[in-house]
């Protein structure tokens, strides 16, 4: 797929993006600014946290399991010789060698397809996508073989692979490379679907998607990569794992549950601060890290105390993870419930290249406040 | 993929359509039989095979590579001895300076786009040859699909200076509406479709643009021979896309050009480490395609290729033909890339200095009298000065009319979007005081339905 959306075009984007969405508006992040491409790793307080960016995390995260277990493998374009198009994988190359982390032909069927004969094989690969847009050239291999050969081999092939990469919008890109595919991953028996939201969620899943023994489709965010946020010392060992299936009260609320997920809890975080400080209100955030398994009964038992419940999500609307967590809602919580759940989530339209639309085709932290304040009828 | 039909499983009548009467397409393999004692194998997927006694394994490397045609040598001098230049003194300029008007260009937006004036550029230095020359061969109603460094073809086909700075600068005059990253230019007066960014899906996309010409003229004999045009580079041939477009052009018989622009790298990923065979042109044989490799910063010899690959692509019926043009990325893979970061500077100057395409068709100029430092002095000036001028003029245009957010998602407006176009409207009535219409062309009215 066009090999031309670079990092570097993102990283002029996100200077552009960093002046209209202030990283600073954010009190839940500690190191507010934003500088993409440098490792930003602190020395350590009483306590043992550090700031890491959730570049850093994942690339500690590869690094460790390429460590503690020969079976891994890195594979994908641009991934040794320049550390990765967004340098998550920087410093591999030189540290494991060129067996271990392996530049590809631009071919994403060819080289999904290659990484999943070699899980196949009993090997436990870890395939980079350089955007997961470029990856629907290959998903015929991810949902057609990695997530169904198990089954249809009558048990006997597992396939230990996680396909990781950048997922959802970045900033200037056009509509061809700010897709979100959440929901179509979610969607599929036999995948394991994540997506990260701080530095401790990107280690923690990503460590998890190697060691599980089933594919594991990790969604990463872009405009992500360069945030720092405090990482516990428990988090820093080289044995933390986050399970599938169990997603994180980030903000705990009596009077609204929002269910959240990647860049999303974020801003979701600042809504909820808002509305404390404007209204009074207590908002309960739930990054979901895990889309398939999904926890709903932690958002039922939130729903339980707060009667209230709203999705946020920058995909399409139609048939997405806000429509599913809806669905589930009325399923299991209805009588719960005082008023209508509602979603927040990427706006119906091919994402406009004008800077001005594409703000305006996802949620920010402004679009999540009203309409939680309409929710809750403030 | 695997598809099990049903009906694939019965046996089917053999259909028999215009296409398969007129062109040597004729499907006799059910009827053929090994004979006794022949000495060529006669299976229905190898029909010329000779019998062999000796179990041997074929090796690449025991063939020669393909040779790389040349016309003129690195110092303008001519070494094909059958070469007539077929171009008049002043369309020789004209794509002279169409290649220079490219490679001046691309300077200056580079460095808006480095000024923050451009969200993102892509230049083509060192591929100009590859762009005009194929473009020369070709007529106005042959059909273009481009993959994005080939700015050449566009402004040969006589795309203007202020087409170019419309599209980057997303304004009111950009055909694309303002919704694509720049260098994603398109004309429709042009025949050339809009440049999509996902990679090499132009290609099995141009074998079946050519399928519609060949079946168009088939239906319509009045209608001019017309082919297709698909340009690529030798990094996107790695994608699956290329292979099932060479495959399905061969088999459909279908008059494209395949263009492939060998540049030497995919961003930073070398052609060595891109394939391992002789390049991309080995891959037309394998498909059973006619294929040349030429010396991409040679003007003459691509022309002189492509002019033949139209001719043969228009015979038969039609079929497809492969063109491998070796090139140097001089530049950079885009503004978002640093190409210093994985190939010396030395290299690139190297390239610079010693073969670069516009510099020998200007010493074949030279020595046929017919340029000198002067003229180019004045040519450079002026184009920079035209360059500049549309700059200036693009930047200052207004924006797309608003209502062009609503549009063209689909082919009509949905019952849906007719009423948020409605909103907006009467939202805008309600808070005149809060927006500005003044950039966009139009302003409020162009809600109007």
């Not at chain 1, 023994?213 to 965010?221: K, M, T």
């Not at chain 2, 141009?206 to 010409?213: C, E, I, K, T, V």
């Not at chain 2, 063109?323 to 994985?342: N, Q």
């Not at chain 2, 003029?393 to 957010?405: D, F, G, R």
């Amino acid at each position: 797929m066009s090999r031309y959306l670079r990092p570097a075009a993102r990283l002029a984007a996100t200077a552009r993006t960093s002046a209209l969405r202030p990283a600073t508006a954010s009190p839940f992040l500690s190191r507010a600014a934003v500088i993409p491409g440098v490792q930003r790793r602190t020395y350590a307080d009483a306590s043992g946290v550090k700031e890491y960016t959730v570049r850093d995390a994942l690339n500690e995260a590869l690094a460790e399991e390429l460590e503690q277990n020969d079976k891994v493998f890195i594979l994908g374009e641009e991934v040794a010789q320049y550390n990765g198009a967004y340098k998550v994988t920087k410093n591999l190359l030189d540290r494991f060698g060129e067996k271990r982390v392996i530049d590809t032909p631009i071919t994403e069927s060819g080289f999904a397809g290659l990484a999943i004969g070699a899980a196949l094989s009993g090997l436990h690969p870890v395939c980079e996508f350089m955007t997961w847009n470029f990856a629907m050239q290959a998903i015929d291999q991810i949902v057609n073989s990695a997530a169904k050969t198990l089954y249809m081999s009558g048990g006997i092939q597992p396939c230990n692979i996680t396909f990781r990469g950048p997922n959802g919008f970045a900033a200037g890109v056009g509509a061809q490379h700010s897709q979100d595919f959440s929901a179509w991953y979610g969607s599929i028996p036999g995948l394991k679907v994540v997506s990260p939201w701080s530095a401790e969620d990107a280690k923690g899943l990503l460590k998890a998607a190697i060691r599980d023994p089933n594919p594991v489709v990790v969604l990463e965010n872009e405009l992500m990569y360069g945030q720092s946020f405090p990482m516990s010392a428990e988090a820093q060992k080289d044995d933390f794992v986050i399970p599938f299936g169990k997603a994180k009260i980030e903000r705990s609320g009596k009077d609204l549950t929002l269910v959240t997920l990647s860049r999303c809890v974020g801003q979701s975080l600042v809504a909820a601060e808002n509305l404390k400080k404007k209204y009074g209100v207590d908002v309960e955030v739930i990054n979901l890290r895990s889309i398939k398994p999904l926890d709903i009964e932690t958002i039922i038992k939130s729903l339980k105390k707060t009667h209230r419940l709203m999705a946020v999500e920058s995909g399409f609307p139609a048939f997405g993870v806000s429509a599913e967590i809806l669905a589930l809602t009325m399923e299991y919580g209805f009588d719960y419930l005082d008023a209508p759940a509602a979603r927040v989530t990427g706006a119906d339209v091919p994402t406009p290249y004008a800077q001005g639309l594409e703000e305006m085709s996802f949620p920010t932290e402004g679009t999540i406040e009203q309409q939680a304040v309409k929710l809750l009828r403030l | 993929m695997k598809r099990i039909r049903p009906s694939s499983l019965l046996r089917r009548p053999v259909r028999v359509s215009p296409t398969t009467l007129q062109h040597v397409h004729r499907r006799t393999a059910a009827s053929l039989s090994q004979r006794p004692d022949s000495t060529h194998l006669k299976f229905p997927g190898a029909l010329t095979s000779p019998f062999s006694n000796t179990m041997k394994y074929e090796v690449p490397s025991n063939y020669p590579a393909l040779p790389t045609y040349r016309a003129i040598d690195q110092h303008g001098v001519v070494v094909d001895p059958n070469f007539e230049p077929d171009m008049t003194e002043e369309d020789v300029i004209k794509h002279y300076k169409d290649m220079l008007t490219v490679s001046i260009m691309d300077l200056i937006m580079f460095d808006a786009q480095r000024q923050g004036r451009l969200s993102f550029y892509m230049v083509s230095a060192g591929e100009e040859a590859v762009s005009v020359a194929t473009a020369s061969a070709l007529t106005k109603d042959d059909v273009v699909f481009c993959q994005y460094r080939e700015q050449g073809v566009f402004k040969q086909r006589g795309f203007e200076l202020s087409d170019f700075m419309n599209q980057l600068f997303a304004n009111v005059k950009d055909p694309g509406k303002g919704r694509n990253m720049p260098v994603h230019y398109g004309s429709r007066e042009l025949n050339i479709h809009t440049i999509s960014s996902p990679l090499a899906t132009q290609l099995p996309q141009a074998s079946g643009a050519a399928y519609a010409l060949k079946i168009q003229r088939m239906q319509n004999p009045e209608m001019p021979p017309r082919v297709v045009a698909a340009y690529f580079g030798e990094g996107a041939a790695s994608e699956g896309d290329f292979h099932a477009a060479l495959n399905i052009a061969a088999t459909r018989s279908c008059p494209v050009i395949f263009i492939c622009r060998n540049n030497g790298y995919a961003i930073s990923t070398p052609s060595l480490e891109q394939y391992r065979g002789d390049g991309i042109a080995s891959r037309g044989l394998g498909y059973g395609i006619e294929t040349i490799r030429v010396d991409g910063n040679d003007f003459w010899a691509v022309r002189e290729a492509t002019k033949k690959a139209r001719e043969l692509a228009l015979q038969d019926g039609g079929k497809p033909v492969l063109i491998e043009a070796m090139t140097y990325r001089v530049s950079h893979h885009s503004t978002s890339d640093d190409s210093f970061a994985y190939r010396a500077r030395v290299e690139v100057e190297d390239w610079k200095r010693r073969d670069n395409p516009i510099a020998r068709l200007r010493k074949w100029m030279e020595s046929k009298g017919i340029w000198d430092e002067q003229k180019e002095k004045e040519a450079r000036d002026s184009i920079r000065r035209d360059v500049l001028k549309a700059f200036a003029e693009a930047e200052k245009l207004k924006k797309p009319a608003i209502k062009n957010m609503f549009e063209d998602v689909y082919e009509e407006l949905t019952p849906d979007l007719k009423a948020q176009m409605r909103e907006l409207s009467e939202h805008l009535d309600r808070y005149p005081e809060e927006y500005d219409f003044g950039e966009f062309e139009g302003g409020k009215a162009s809600l109007e339905q």
